[in-house]
């Protein structure tokens, strides 16, 4: 596969703590996303960053936050004030030229919070 | 708002019969249309985008400005098309994905 890697595949946190899900793209794209699938609603954007250093709210933002220190990665931090966290979660990039680009998603990561 | 509409949860359809996948749209500007499919353990994929207005898998979509509508089609199903199918909206800062369809081809 390669292009674009989340880790880790499966992730265990206790209810209260913050954590850091990864994903890293080699396919020198300048946009990456970040989206939550629950079963039943499809693919819900939290949060997308078209440029290095600048990030902007999807529509499920809350309780999640976000970084974009470097083109290659764009990790995602859940933090406790989200509600109700377990769910699957996909990152993708794309290009960000016109509107005809496609997203490239990665594996996923399934975080479980009890 | 709802950008995109995927009516059909669940579809089940028998091997080599026809299958449609409805997905209808709300934008206001020129749309960006795209198909994506998500195979068993794999990652979700890209199938075709309106702007190629080619066939793959043997599956095809004409988006329908008048009935905004981007409905996935294919002559004859195949068992390998088990799949979850998403249909989606590129409007130049956001992909918006539709809920969903589950497709199985019945053997």
């Known amino acids: 596969d390669g292009g674009i890697t989340q880790s880790p595949k499966y992730l265990f946190r206790k209810e209260g703590q913050n954590v850091t899900l990864s994903c890293e793209q080699n396919?020198?794209?300048?946009?990456m996303y970040w989206y939550r699938q629950d079963p039943g609603q499809g693919l819900r954007l939290i949060y997308y960053?078209?440029?290095?250093?600048?990030?902007q709210k999807g529509d499920i933002a809350e309780g999640y936050s976000v970084s974009r220190e470097k083109k290659e990665s764009f990790p995602l931090t859940v933090t406790s004030a989200q509600k109700n966290p377990t769910a699957f979660y996909l990152c993708?990039?794309?290009?960000?030229?016109?509107?005809?680009?496609?997203?490239?998603f990665g594996p996923g990561t399934r975080l479980t919070v009890t | 708002a709802q950008r995109v509409t995927q009516p059909e949860k669940l579809l089940s359809v028998f091997k080599g019969a026809p299958v449609e996948l409805k997905c209808n749209y709300s934008?206001?500007?020129?749309?960006?249309l795209f198909w994506y499919v998500q195979y068993s353990r794999q990652r979700l994929q890209l199938l075709l985008r309106?702007?190629s207005r080619e066939s793959i898998k043997g599956f095809t979509a004409d988006l329908n400005k008048g009935e905004t509508s981007f409905h996935l089609k294919k002559p004859f199903a195949q068992e390998e098309d088990s799949a979850m199918y998403y249909c989606?909206?590129?409007?130049?800062?956001?992909?918006?994905f539709g809920t969903g369809t589950s497709l199985t081809v019945i053997p």
């Open positions: 993708a990039s794309s290009t960000n030229i016109g509107r005809t680009y496609e997203q490239y």
């Open positions: 396919l020198n794209h300048d946009a």
């Open positions: 960053s078209q440029i290095v250093n600048d990030f």
């Open positions: 934008y206001s500007g020129s749309p960006e």
């Open positions: 309106h702007i």
């Open positions: 989606a909206l590129n409007t130049g800062n956001q992909f918006y």
